[in-house]
């Protein structure tokens, strides 16, 4: 199944995947974890932590907040069930909250009877008296990247670039979309319009734009490469002085850059931007033993010049065999999921991690009939909006889509029984705690930790032709996403037959032995 099998000791999660809640705080800290404790820091002052994966993090910040029950914390979360797990871990002088949560109580309270998840492309063509389903989708992504932004207005780098890829392979005009998505955010803020709703992101930002003062002396800022601009704006602020002569919070930032992934949802890696007054590190993973930390080291170091180490945690506990019945299987697309899926479900009980609805697999249905040239069987309305499925591809091809393109090779593959496949998948599928085969894209897996880990083929290569790929050529995002699928491993780590990462394992450690350069030009 894998052409190279790596190991550590340690049986601290089972093989169904639990989000870490491990308790470093109740062991020995470490020796960087105590001079993070030990620093006081001063009204507007900013402490930086970069925490590689698995180093206790959370943890840490418990044993800060502990150590001052004199100050009001405020520890920020990424989502509401971050935020519920870190209520129940931090004492009673801090105030777990999602951005949202905040924004609610003073702007979105007033909008609740017309709250919205999202638009729909057909209700902003009607509304807007626009022609084609893209224009609508487009202006609906404009609005969106202006409202996760740190920008007082919309402007033209809020258009997604897939919108400029998209009209000139049309040859066609692309419509004025600052203006569009300007009316389209004045009908959200006033309400004039029954059919378009407020946006949560909406009343977040009018709630960044009024420059709150939150009354803290510290807040705390946890997975800081994931937060979005308008977030880190909101928080940044807080550290400024006022002319009222207010004393200002003092921040404190966690973060790991490697494991920033949801570039593609507006999210940017706020770590480099923050100047901060102290930056600290942690180093020690308390998930994986030396064999798993080396891999990680060797990928950050060859591809993103990262000179720092994670070092593993080394256990006494014998360490468990692989078992293939009790695995997790982390696939860099939906696609590639659900050809393990179609291999395993048969002879497997397999589970999805979040639930097999979240993985789309009802697009490579549709695909599958414009492939097939059914377009009335066809329900996504994006789907249906090409010509037909060359359109698609190269239009995919065009803006680099990974997904899609993952999608035509499955199409591809499966020209007649796809449709019976998927719904035979999503009927057998059961919850991943009764699962013997646990199935999960990189970006579902973060935050979780499994026993037995096996990566897919679906990766970027990192060999090609017996020599590494230059690092110019990947995508960092893509790098990360190996790095946070190769760390979630507590014990065993396998790899799919064609995938690369053997392959880069032997290169790196042939070069060593024969003291070559071992990293790439960029």
Not at 53 to 58: D, I, R, S
Not at 125 to 142: C, G, P
Not at 393 to 415: F, G, M, Q, R, W
């Amino acid at each position: 199944m894998g052409l190279l099998a790596l190991g550590d000791h340690g049986n601290l999660a089972g093989s169904k995947g639990k989000r870490i809640t491990r308790k470093v705080a109740c062991m020995d800290l470490t020796d960087e974890q105590k001079e993070i404790v030990a620093r006081d820091l001063r009204s507007g002052e900013i402490l930086k932590i970069m925490a590689f994966a698995g180093t206790g993090k959370t943890s840490t910040l418990v044993d800060y907040t502990r150590s001052r029950p004199h100050l009001r914390f405020l520890y920020l979360a990424f989502n509401k069930s971050v935020q519920q797990e870190a209520a129940e871990k931090f004492p009673p002088h801090v105030t777990c909250r999602t951005s949202h949560a905040l924004a609610f109580r003073s702007h979105g309270h007033r909008h609740k009877n017309r709250l919205v998840a999202g638009f729909k492309a057909n209700t902003v063509m009607a509304v807007l008296q626009l022609s084609h389903y893209e224009d609508a989708r487009f202006t609906i992504d404009t609005l969106y990247n202006y409202l996760i932004s740190e920008a007082p207005r919309v402007n033209r780098s809020h258009i997604p670039l897939q919108a400029r890829a998209f009209y000139q392979q049309r040859q066609g005009t692309m419509p004025d979309f600052v203006a569009l998505a300007n009316r389209l955010g004045r009908l959200m803020c006033d309400g004039s319009d029954p059919r378009i709703g407020m946006l949560h992101d909406g009343y977040l930002k009018l709630y960044q734009l009024s420059r709150p003062r939150l009354p803290f002396d510290c807040v705390l800022l946890d997975e800081a490469q994931d937060i979005n601009p308008v977030t880190a704006a909101l928080v940044l602020a807080q550290t400024e002085a006022e002319p009222d002569g207010a004393p200002p919070a003092s921040l404190i930032v966690v973060g790991d850059s490697h494991q920033q992934i949801y570039s593609f949802r507006g999210a940017r890696d706020a770590l480099p931007h923050i100047r901060a007054t102290h930056t600290r590190f942690l180093t020690r993973s308390f998930r994986f033993g030396n064999n798993i930390a080396a891999v990680a080291n060797m990928v950050l170091r060859v591809f993103k010049g990262e000179r720092r180490r994670i070092v593993g945690t080394v256990r006494c506990e014998p360490k468990p065999p692989w078992d293939p019945r009790r695995c997790t299987f982390i696939a860099r697309t939906n696609a590639a999921l659900f050809d393990k899926a179609a291999q395993l479900h048969r002879t497997h009980r397999i589970g999805f991690v979040g639930g097999a609805r979240g993985y789309r697999l009802h697009l490579l249905k549709d695909v599958y009939y414009l492939f097939t040239r059914k377009p009335r069987s066809i329900i996504d309305p994006y789907i249906r909006g090409f010509n037909d499925y060359n359109d698609l591809k190269t239009y995919a091809a065009a803006v680099e889509d990974i997904e899609l393109l993952s999608i035509c090779k499955v199409v591809e593959n499966h020209p007649s029984e796809l449709p019976t496949m998927v719904d035979g998948i999503m009927a057998k599928a059961v919850d991943p705690v009764q699962a013997e085969v646990v199935l999960t894209t990189a970006h579902k897996a973060k935050g979780l930790e499994w026993q037995n880990v096996l990566l897919l083929d679906d990766y970027p290569k990192l060999v090609a032709g017996g020599k590494m790929i230059a690092r110019s050529e990947i995508d960092p995002d893509e790098i990360n996403l190996i790095y946070v699928a190769l760390t979630r491993t507590i014990a065993n780590l396998r790899f799919d037959k064609a995938c690369t990462i053997p392959d880069f394992i032997r290169q790196v450690r042939n070069d060593r032995k024969h003291g070559n350069q071992i990293y790439p030009s960029p």
